[in-house]
């Protein structure tokens, strides 16, 4: 790391001095502006996401945006157009701006997504328990700086359209838990969520930021996928269906510990009046610490203790210097439509959105 900046440059001294951080400036927009500097990381709360994104691909610089990338589907409009005006995919110096989901990034979950078929899902259940360990009046719980669950859980909506590889079509339900008195009653602390997917696929996404630390184990961060019944055998006047279930236990802390559940139940059946013949069930259980654990054709070095965001931050390193990488990747459309799907839940809550940034209107 090459420099860090803070609002209070006696933080970032300290910070540096910590790291051994050759640079320290005392505002971010120094920062943006050094010529030591290639790429940034933008780690403040979200409310402040779409102009400092914004100053920084301005200035040229490369940006790993910390998740929600910004804080409604307006700003993520805003902001990868403004991508895009800097030549990202068009010659020339590309910038690169990487919505921070470091889940997607580790072999468990690309050996988790191998596991599912496509076009045969039926349904997806997630459940993010979070214990109580943030204060009532955390940024993750101001509305001004674009808090909330849904904001700062968000992976359980990116999970859903990560598996569907598509856009929900409506937020059927969302109800949200929202602070009490005398905190700011604009901001969820929990929700949950049920959306309709094209061809009549279904979700479900629960998370809550004041759980408590008996229901995270019991619950271990999970991701469900039911698929729809398939005919996988026929004769003598019979057919044998299989319906599969693929289960992750740990999906974002996946080189922690993580267990991937595949049940598959098969049913033989007559053809005529769909007579039950015979019915047993195959469950298997895999793990994926590494690329080569995950045998899914990836030729990259991995060590099981990897964390996420060592495999997300090689990534980032991949594409601002053109390397090929895992496949593994957040672009431009896929943080325009989490926002949209953001805003649909809390559109459908009752809550309102959170605010467009003054710094859209302000040029630069």
């Keep these: 790391m090459q420099a860090v900046a803070a609002r209070d440059v006696k933080k970032a001294e300290a910070y540096a001095k910590k790291h051994k951080i050759p640079e320290v400036f005392a505002s971010y927009q120094e920062l943006v502006d050094s010529p030591t500097v290639d790429a940034v990381y933008i780690p403040l709360p979200n409310g402040l996401h779409l102009e400092w994104a914004v100053k920084a691909v301005r200035a040229g610089k490369h940006v790993l945006l910390e998740k929600p990338a910004v804080a409604n589907a307006e700003e993520a409009e805003v902001l990868f157009r403004e991508v895009g005006l800097r030549g990202e995919g068009e010659g020339g110096k590309q910038v690169v701006v990487l919505e921070a989901f470091h889940y997607r990034f580790q072999p468990s979950w690309r050996l988790f997504l191998s596991l599912l078929e496509p076009g045969n899902v039926a349904h997806v259940e997630t459940n993010l328990v979070i214990p109580n360990l943030f204060p009532p009046d955390d940024i993750r719980f101001k509305y001004d700086l674009a808090g909330g669950a849904l904001m700062d859980l968000t992976y359980g909506l990116s999970v859903v359209r990560g598996v569907y590889g598509t856009e929900p079509e409506e937020c059927v339900a969302c109800e ?67 319906t599969r279930k693929v289960t992750i236990i740990n999906f974002m802390m996946g080189a922690i510990w993580h267990r991937i559940d595949v049940e598959d139940e098969f049913v033989v059946r007559r053809k005529e009046g769909e007579e ?17 654990e995950a045998d899914i054709g990836v030729e990259k070095p991995s060590e099981p203790y990897w964390l996420t965001y060592k495999h997300q931050l090689d990534a980032f390193v991949d ?27 809390y559109t459908k809550s009752g809550l309102p959105l959170r605010e467009t940034s003054k710094f859209r209107t302000g040029g630069s």
Excluded at 187 to 203: I, L
Excluded at 281 to 291: D, F, G, L, M, P
Excluded at 335 to 341: A, K, N, P, T
Aim: charged share 30%; net charge positive.
């Design 176 to 242: 949200v838990k929202t602070m009490p008195p005398p905190y700011d009653e604009r901001c969820d602390y929990a929700y949950d969520a049920q959306w309709r997917f094209p061809g009549g696929a279904t979700a479900r996404t629960r998370a809550t930021l004041r759980g408590g630390w008996g229901e995270m184990l019991r619950t271990m961060l999970p991701v469900a996928v039911t698929h729809r019944g398939v005919v996988v055998e026929e004769g003598n006047g019979t057919e044998t269906v299989r």
């Design 319 to 345: 594409r601002v210097k053109g390397r090929e990488g895992t496949g593994a990747w957040v672009d431009g459309k896929d943080s325009i439509g989490q926002m949209r799907m953001i805003d649909m839940a």
């Design 276 to 292: 039950e013949v015979k019915r047993w069930t195959v469950k298997e259980s895999r793990k994926a610490y590494t690329w080569k």
